[in-house]
């Protein structure tokens, strides 16, 4: 008689999810140029400071407010020259180096007080719970861009203090969305089960019930991720963002407002990729949000496979 084993994998079944999810993104052609765009957004906001930081803070009066589209001032002038005569393109990949570090740096900061106040709120029933919900209320109501504005103004704007206030005010958000989830994962089967079998509270929270809230917070910080660009960019254009010589793609549209009649592209770049950032930010959440939700995923599989 034969024995028979049988072998566990996880390294080729995770392959194989992998292979899945990659079909039904190059089936989905607006989620897969979005994605696209973001990778390689994210390849020169990594490269960019360490190759072409001193051309973007190089002034070069002969190329002042240099129109766009011209190569007789070399490549890095095609997209024109601000006021100082630096090249559009270098500033652009520079900024976002800064524009995408500040946003993910407030993103992951809120997330991670956010998502363990949420579990503590959540799964405990005694006072405390109780206590950090009416803080999260008393943050939420407040404008958060006034808030934002109201402590830089008291403390001064610099990066630390611009990621902090980012942070903190997008907390309950994470907070509350956490919360909800493990307030019906503790219910379940499994967490009575674990508690019978003596595991401890800290054991069940952070073994148990948080790693099925990631994939929820994971997707709301990746829409939040455009919000956060878009209120960092807020602050820069008033002034409270970041100061000189550092630069974000807000603080350059700020640098343009008052050139739009005689050299629009100034302001018109930065404000382009902040739009198409946060766009494509919204389109892939939306479709990793369709992808790991088994009710809705058939949108996915009924799509025309892609022409090999």
Same mark, same amino acid.
């Given at each position: 008689?034969?024995?028979?084993?049988?072998?566990?994998?996880?390294?080729?079944?995770?392959?194989?999810?992998?292979?899945?999810?990659?079909?039904?993104?190059?089936?989905?052609?607006?989620?897969? $140029?979005?994605?696209?765009?973001?990778?390689?957004?994210?390849?020169?906001?990594?490269?960019?400071?360490?190759?072409?930081?001193?051309?973007?803070?190089?002034? /070069?009066?002969?190329?002042?407010?240099?129109?766009?589209?011209?190569?007789? $001032?070399?490549?890095?002038?095609?997209?024109?020259?601000?006021?100082?005569?630096?090249?559009?393109?270098?500033?652009? &990949?520079?900024?976002?180096?800064?524009? &995408? /570090?500040?946003?993910?740096?407030?993103?992951?900061?809120?997330?991670?007080?956010?998502?363990?106040?949420?579990?503590?709120?959540?799964?405990?029933?005694? %006072?405390? =719970?109780?206590?950090?919900?009416?803080?999260?209320?008393?943050?939420?109501?407040?404008?958060?861009?006034?808030?934002?504005?109201?402590?830089?103004? @008291?403390?001064?704007?610099?990066?630390?203090?611009?990621?902090?206030?980012?942070?903190?005010?997008?907390?309950?958000?994470?907070?509350?969305?956490?919360?909800?989830?493990? @307030?019906?994962?503790?219910?379940?089967?499994?967490?009575?089960?674990?508690?019978?079998?003596?595991?401890?509270? /800290?054991?069940?929270?952070?073994?148990?019930?948080?790693? @099925?809230?990631?994939?929820?917070?994971?997707?709301?910080?990746?829409?939040?991720? =455009?919000?956060?660009?878009?209120?960092?960019?807020?602050? *820069?254009?008033?002034?409270?963002?970041?100061?000189?010589?550092?630069?974000? %793609?807000?603080?350059?549209?700020?640098?343009?407002?008052?050139?739009?009649?005689?050299? %629009?592209?100034?302001?018109?770049?930065?404000?382009?990729?902040?739009?198409?950032?946060?766009? *494509?930010?919204?389109?892939?959440?939306?479709?990793?949000?369709?992808?790991?939700?088994?009710?809705?995923? %058939?949108?996915?599989?009924?799509?025309?496979?892609?022409?090999?």
């Amino acid at each position: 008689m034969s024995e028979i084993t049988t072998t566990f994998e996880p390294p080729a079944s995770r392959t194989a999810r992998l292979a899945i999810w990659a079909a039904w993104l190059r089936r989905d052609k607006l989620a897969l $140029a979005a994605v696209l765009f973001l990778l390689v957004l994210a390849v020169a906001a990594v490269l960019s400071p360490f190759l072409l930081d001193a051309a973007a803070t190089r002034p /070069g009066l002969r190329q002042r407010n240099l129109a766009p589209f011209t190569l007789d $001032a070399g490549w890095l002038y095609v997209l024109g020259a601000d006021t100082l005569g630096r090249p559009m393109l270098a500033r652009l &990949l520079v900024g976002a180096g800064t524009t &995408l /570090g500040i946003a993910a740096a407030a993103v992951l900061g809120s997330m991670v007080l956010g998502g363990c106040l949420g579990l503590v709120a959540g799964y405990s029933r005694r %006072w405390f =719970a109780q206590a950090i919900m009416r803080v999260a209320d008393v943050i939420m109501s407040f404008p958060s861009l006034l808030l934002a504005l109201i402590v830089l103004y @008291l403390l001064g704007p610099s990066v630390t203090n611009l990621i902090i206030v980012l942070a903190v005010t997008r907390v309950p958000i994470y907070l509350r969305t956490t919360r909800a989830e493990v @307030l019906e994962l503790r219910e379940r089967m499994f967490v009575q089960a674990a508690r019978s079998m003596g595991a401890g509270h /800290g054991r069940i929270l952070f073994r148990h019930i948080a790693p @099925l809230t990631i994939p929820t917070l994971v997707t709301i910080g990746a829409i939040d991720f =455009a919000a956060v660009i878009l209120a960092e960019s807020a602050l *820069s254009f008033l002034g409270l963002g970041i100061q000189p010589p550092a630069f974000t %793609w807000g603080a350059m549209v700020a640098t343009g407002r008052g050139y739009l009649q005689t050299a %629009w592209w100034i302001a018109f770049w930065p404000g382009l990729l902040i739009m198409l950032t946060t766009l *494509s930010l919204n389109i892939v959440a939306s479709w990793a949000r369709v992808a790991s939700d088994p009710h809705q995923r %058939w949108r996915l599989q009924s799509l025309r496979r892609a022409p090999k």
